[in-house]
């Protein structure tokens, strides 16, 4: 959440009209509809620049109701806090190995790598250092995965980036790929209001 009635999410994960998605907050379980609320999107931007474009895999979610109670985070603007090293933190439902069923909401802290890490290992699948972010372990076993699109990757208490690609799941030499959201803050801080 960016404000009580908009979410940040990956473009690759808004091409259905917004009649098609619901966004639920304060749910661990997702089958568990006893807490937690719901709203309808109203309406979705997505970055014009997604698909003609390397990159631009970010997208905005205006909810019908907005949600009461919830804190938001700020976007962060500075394209300099991709350095590597940095502690960031990914949240999601998606898939798991070995960690628990896929639907429970979870998080996990992977590092930055650094955009030439990434630059190396994913030369050929066109990673963007000035639009991604490179996060995981080198050796593998922390990472976002499959059901986790779309979602946070949270540093210093900002909006640091969003859930977006990567080659499998926690493999050695194949960290996840967020969207970085400094890199197109002005573009969603126009749709955010």
Same mark, same amino acid.
């Given at each position: 959440?960016?404000?009580?009635?908009?979410?940040?999410?990956?473009?690759?994960?808004? =091409? $259905?009209?917004? &009649? +098609?998605?619901?966004?639920?907050?304060?749910?661990?379980?997702?089958? *568990?509809?006893?807490?937690?609320?719901?709203? !309808?999107?109203?309406?979705?931007?997505?970055?014009?620049?997604? &698909?003609?474009?390397?990159?631009?895999?970010?997208?905005?979610?205006? %909810?019908?109701?907005?949600?009461?109670?919830?804190?938001? @985070?700020? %976007? $962060?603007?500075?394209?300099?806090?991709?350095?590597?090293?940095?502690?960031?933190?990914?949240?999601?439902?998606?898939? +798991? $190995?070995?960690? &628990?069923?896929?639907?429970?909401? =979870?998080?996990? +802290?992977?590092?930055? %790598?650094?955009?030439?890490?990434?630059?190396?290992?994913?030369?050929? =699948?066109?990673?963007?250092? *000035?639009?991604?972010?490179?996060?995981?372990?080198?050796?593998?076993?922390?990472?976002?995965?499959?059901?986790?699109?779309? &979602?946070?990757?949270? @540093? *210093?208490?900002? @909006?640091?980036?969003?859930?977006?690609?990567?080659?499998?799941?926690?493999?050695?030499?194949?960290?996840?790929?967020? !969207? $970085?959201?400094?890199?197109?803050?002005?573009? %969603?801080?126009?749709?955010?209001?």
């Amino acid at each position: 959440m960016v404000a009580a009635n908009k979410i940040v999410t990956a473009a690759h994960c808004s =091409q $259905e009209s917004a &009649g +098609t998605y619901t966004a639920i907050q304060g749910r661990d379980v997702l089958s *568990n509809t006893s807490n937690g609320q719901e709203s !309808a999107i109203s309406s979705i931007w997505v970055d014009p620049a997604y &698909g003609s474009q390397p990159g631009h895999d970010v997208a905005v979610m205006t %909810l019908a109701t907005p949600f009461t109670g919830v804190p938001t @985070l700020a %976007l $962060e603007t500075s394209t300099a806090a991709d350095a590597a090293g940095a502690d960031s933190v990914v949240y999601g439902w998606g898939a +798991t $190995e070995g960690t &628990g069923p896929a639907n429970t909401f =979870q998080k996990v +802290t992977v590092p930055v %790598l650094g955009d030439a890490y990434c630059g190396d290992v994913y030369a050929s =699948q066109g990673y963007v250092a *000035n639009g991604e972010i490179c996060a995981g372990y080198k050796d593998g076993g922390k990472d976002s995965c499959q059901g986790d699109s779309g &979602g946070p990757l949270v @540093l *210093n208490g900002r @909006l640091f980036g969003v859930v977006s690609w990567g080659i499998g799941c926690a493999d050695a030499g194949n960290p996840g790929v967020y !969207a $970085e959201v400094a890199a197109y803050a002005s573009a %969603l801080q126009a749709q955010i209001g």
